[in-house]
Each structure stands twice: as structure tokens, then as C-alpha cells.
């Protein structure tokens, strides 16, 4: 392992996310763009963000099985890797141009955008090991097109979760932590350039913003968990993985065959 990777190693040990990972190369990003624009083209508001399992798509499993994210993930997780689940994430920008000279008379509106609540990703449920979740960016994720945040502490466990209680909550099950529970002056935000990556921890507390901007903030986020972790059955939380699959190792454990 070189000293790089020990030394990511080290920090994301540390605060549980690591951001701006370089991984696309031009020619990679612009081809990833292109396919993704022709998936937008078949599945229109679904990119937003319920179009789940796109790793069954080879380009999309190209990008899953990148070296370069493989690398990393292998460095925190070990050899043996399950791919538990992928999706994109898409904020198309919403405001008119005319109207964002207005502002005023756009607070009313932008409290109803489409947002990402407070949440930790083992919310699904897994035991026996952790989860790791990469956010690659196709696009620019800045502050005002509502890049991912994090709270840098993974270790307190799970929080409470409940219904979010403001409209516009991109989360499958609108699930969300109360806000008195989040350090929220402690956020970070995970500022990408496109074809750049963060990673984090299924423990560490994350949200984003409202896309303000004209610009689409569009991410693919995969979830990878070591081959010894399975899935705890909760009748509350009832949830399938229908195409989780080895991407690197052995699978001596078998949870998902
Ligand atoms: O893309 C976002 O803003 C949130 C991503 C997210 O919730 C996740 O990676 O689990």
C-alpha cells in the first residue's frame, strides 16, 4: 500500500470522510456525462433521485469498479467488497434567473426545494461491519448548487430518526434527525470539482442543501460494505437490495447470495 493511501487511511479513521479524491480523467468524466445525459433522457424526474441499483448498467459498473475509487475503498474496507447499492443524485437547478434578482420574493419557493435532511446511511440497517459510501460528482458540487455536508465525528453511534418535518426531502423514506441533535456549526462541506470524489462513513451524520444556482449538481453515490457485514431485518424499516454484488475478493460470508 503506498504511503498516500496509509495516510487517507489514517484521516478518514480519524473524521470518518475524506473529499476532493481526484478519480475521473477528462475523457472518463466527459463520457460518464454523456451516458448519464441519455439515461436522463429515458428516465426524466427519476435521475433526481429514486433511480436505484444504475450499477446494473456496465458504463455505471465501469465507474463503480473504478481503480482509482476501488483503491480507496479496499484501503478502508479490505479486500473482500460488496457493492450494497448505487444511485445518482441530481439537483437540476429551479429558480428562473429573472427570479433570483427577486429574492425576496423567492424565500417562499426555495423552502421547498428539493434537499437532502440530516441522516446517517446505516439508517438501513447493517450489522457485523461498517459501510462506506462514495459520492462521485459529474458535475461541479459547490455551496450554492447544495454540495454535500458533513459532521466530522462518526463514532456516536446511530441518532434518532423521525419524518422530516419540511416538505422537499430527497431521502427515500423522508427520514431525517432532529436538528437539536446535529451539530450543525460543525459542518463541513465536501466541495468537489466534477470527476472528484468524497467518501464517508454510514455512521457520520451528512445533509445538503437546496440547489439556488443555475448550475445541476449531479452525483452518483455507490454504497460498499465488507463481505463479513449483512443487513438487520427491521419491520419499520423495510428495504430490498436487489442487486448487491462482489466487486473485489472472495465472499467466504455469502449474506447475500
Ligand atoms: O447527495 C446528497 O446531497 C446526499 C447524499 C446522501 O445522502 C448519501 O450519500 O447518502
Not at 90 to 96: F, G, I, M, Q, R
Not at 114 to 139: E, T
Not at 202 to 228: E, H, M, W
Request: include cysteine.
Amino acid at each position: 500500500m503506498t504511503t498516500s493511501v496509509t495516510k487517507l487511511q489514517e484521516n478518514y479513521n480519524q473524521q470518518g470522510f475524506l473529499s476532493a479524491l481526484p478519480v475521473l480523467n477528462g475523457a472518463e468524466l466527459r463520457e460518464a456525462r454523456q451516458a448519464f445525459s441519455e439515461l436522463e433522457k429515458e428516465f426524466e424526474e427519476y435521475t433526481q433521485y429514486s433511480l436505484h441499483n444504475v450499477h446494473l448498467y456496465p458504463w455505471v459498473m465501469g465507474l463503480s469498479k473504478h481503480p482509482r475509487i476501488l483503491e480507496v475503498v479496499k484501503a478502508i474496507l479490505g479486500p473482500d467488497v460488496i457493492l450494497l447499492d448505487s444511485r445518482f443524485i441530481c439537483k437540476y437547478p429551479t429558480l428562473k434567473a429573472a427570479n433570483i434578482q427577486e429574492k425576496e420574493e423567492n424565500k417562499a419557493d426555495e423552502s421547498k426545494l428539493p434537499y437532502v435532511a440530516w441522516h446517517q446511511d446505516m439508517y438501513w440497517g447493517i450489522a457485523g461491519g461498517p459501510v462506506l459510501s462514495v459520492w462521485l460528482a459529474l458535475d461541479d458540487s459547490l455551496k450554492e448548487n447544495g454540495a454535500l455536508q458533513v459532521i466530522p465525528s462518526h463514532c456516536s453511534g446511530m441518532l434518532l430518526h423521525r419524518q422530516a418535518v419540511r416538505p422537499g426531502n430527497m431521502l427515500s423514506v423522508n427520514q431525517e434527525i432532529p436538528e437539536e441533535l446535529v451539530q450543525v456549526e460543525e459542518a463541513v462541506l465536501c466541495l468537489l470539482s466534477a470527476g472528484q470524489m468524497s467518501i464517508h462513513d454510514g455512521l457520520l451524520v451528512q445533509a445538503s442543501d437546496a440547489n439556488t444556482s443555475q448550475k445541476r449538481r449531479c452525483g452518483f453515490v455507490i454504497r460498499y460494505f465488507p463481505t463479513c457485514a449483512s443487513l438487520t431485518e427491521d419491520p419499520d424499516r423495510p428495504r430490498k437490495f436487489h442487486a448487491t454484488m462482489l466487486v473485489s475478493g472472495t465472499d467466504q460470508f455469502n449474506h447475500f447470495s
